[in-house]
C-alpha cells in the first residue's frame, strides 16, 4: 500500500504536520512507510523499529523524528486502507437495502483489520485511548459507520438503540478470533452473520 495524503495537507506532509518535508527527509520517510508495511505483513505488527529502521537505511533516530511511536507508524502505513474504506461507505449510502450496505461495509472493515497480525488488537486498544495516533484511522471510520448505521435503523431493518462504537468492537473482535483461527477461513463470516442476528428490528 501506499500513503495518501490526508485532505488539506501539501503533497510530501506527513499526517499531522504543518508543512512539507525537505526532499531527502522526504524519501526517508517513504523508505520507512514501504519497510513498515513489508514487516507488518511478514511479522504483524509487533515488528521491530529497529529492523524497519535498518531496512530503511536510516537510524532508529529518523523513524522517531518520523513516527514518535508504533502506533503513529501504523497509523500512516493504513491511511490509503482508510481511504479505501470510507471510499466504500460512500458507495454504500444510496444502496436500496440499508441493513445489507451496513453487512457489506463491516464485512470490508474485518477484511482490513485482518491484513496484519495484531492490527486488529490494536485498532481495540485506540478505541478506548483518543490520544493514539491510530485513533485518527477510528473517528472517521466511525463517522462514515455511523451515517450507514443511522440509514440502516430509519429503513426499519436495524433495531434502535445499536452503537456504531459496539459494532466497530464486534467487527475488530471477529477480525482478532480470524486472526488466531487460520485454518478456519469462513470463521470471520460466521461470526458476523450471527452478529448481525441480533442487530434485526
Known sequence: MTT??????????PPGSARPMRADARRNYGRLLSEARSAFAEHGTDASLE??????????????RHFPNRHALMGAVFQEALGALLERSRQLADAEQPCEALVVWLRAI??????????????????????SALSECNVPL????????????SSGSVREGVSI???????????????QSPDDPELADR?????LRGLKA
Open 4 to 13: 495518501s495524503t490526508a485532505a488539506g495537507t501539501a503533497p510530501g506532509t
Open 51 to 64: 529492523d524497519i529502521a535498518r531496512r530503511a537505511g536510516v537510524g532508529i533516530g529518523t523513524l522517531y
Open 110 to 131: 474485518i477484511t482490513h483489520a485482518g491484513e496484519y497480525r495484531g492490527l486488529a488488537s490494536a485498532l481495540m486498544s485506540a478505541s478506548h485511548d483518543r490520544s
Open 142 to 153: 466511525r463517522q462514515a459507520g455511523a451515517r450507514l448505521l443511522d440509514r440502516a435503523v
Open 165 to 179: 462504537d459496539d459494532l466497530m468492537q464486534l467487527t475488530n473482535a471477529i477480525a482478532l478470533a480470524a486472526e
Open 191 to 195: 461470526l458476523l452473520r450471527l452478529t
